[in-house]
T-cell receptor
Framework: KAGVTQTPRYLIKTRGQQVTLSCSPI?????VSWYQQTPGQGLQFLFE???????NKGNFPGRFSGRQFSNSRSEMNVSTLELGDSALYLC????????????????FGQGTRLTVV | GEDVEQSLFLSVREGDSSVINCTYT??????LYWYKQEPGAGLQLLTY?????DMKQDQRLTVLLNKKDKHLSLRIADTQTGDSAIYFC????????????FGSGTRLQVQP
């Protein structure tokens, strides 16, 4: 069974540009969450999607957005990039058979390392 | 708000036991997790414990939970050089709030 796949693995962008990151969850998993990891702030929650709907959102500005497709694949977009957006962006997938179930296990991908110059 | 605290660094000799500690503040936590991160990699789920349990053992890993003190620990028996990594403690709050709150991570260095 394939794990969580994130593409691309590495990305270099210029300030002011926008970027789209992709996450393919484990087959059968319907919930996808995104986290930002930086040396200064650690791991911070961005948002979570279930069945194409955003059901949780962290404290990030509106420049950070996401979506989920009918096949559960998810993308996150960051517009008007700033130097401080340089980070490892991690995606996690969990089973979440129905929306009310608290998932026990979240499996993470390898992450996309974004560098903004 | 929720807060999860960990010590930053632990150094042990190969073959010894490692104990990584974590404290959390959210009394509504349902599950508590330990993740491992090796350089340049994502997070690997090691184990988790439900909040109504005291202990969980999984091969070389033992998780102890003191719910009264909101203290979680991960013991790695017979620590190997391959165990060198950063270990993150995370808690999942009660229904309605699904995001994991992570600690800052403990860097485990295993010396041969």
């Amino acid at each position: 069974k394939a794990g969580v796949t994130q593409t691309p693995r590495y990305l270099i962008k210029t300030r002011g540009q926008q970027v789209t990151l992709s996450c393919s969850p484990i087959s059968g998993h319907r919930s996808v969450s995104w986290y930002q990891q930086t040396p200064g702030q650690g791991l911070q929650f961005l948002f979570e999607y279930f069945s194409e709907t955003q059901r949780n959102k962290g404290n990030f500005p509106g420049r950070f957005s996401g979506r989920q497709f009918s096949n559960s694949r998810s993308e996150m977009n960051v517009s008007t990039l700033e130097l401080g957006d340089s980070a490892l962006y991690l995606c996690a997938s969990s089973l979440a058979v129905v929306s009310s179930v608290v998932d026990t296990e979240a499996f993470f991908g390898q992450g996309t390392r974004l560098t903004v110059v | 708000g929720e807060d999860v605290e960990q010590s930053l660094f632990l150094s042990v000799r190969e073959g010894d036991s490692s104990v990584i500690n974590c404290t959390y503040t959210d009394s509504s936590s349902t599950y508590l997790y330990w993740y491992k991160q090796e350089p340049g990699a994502g997070l690997q789920l090691l184990t988790y414990i439900f909040s109504n349990m005291d202990m969980k053992q999984d091969q070389r890993l033992t998780v102890l939970l003191n719910k009264k003190d909101k203290h979680l620990s991960l013991r790695i028996a017979d620590t190997q050089t391959g165990d060198s990594a950063i270990y993150f403690c995370a808690e999942k709050p009660g229904m309605g709030r699904r995001a994991l709150t992570f600690g800052s991570g403990t860097r485990l260095q295993v010396q041969p």
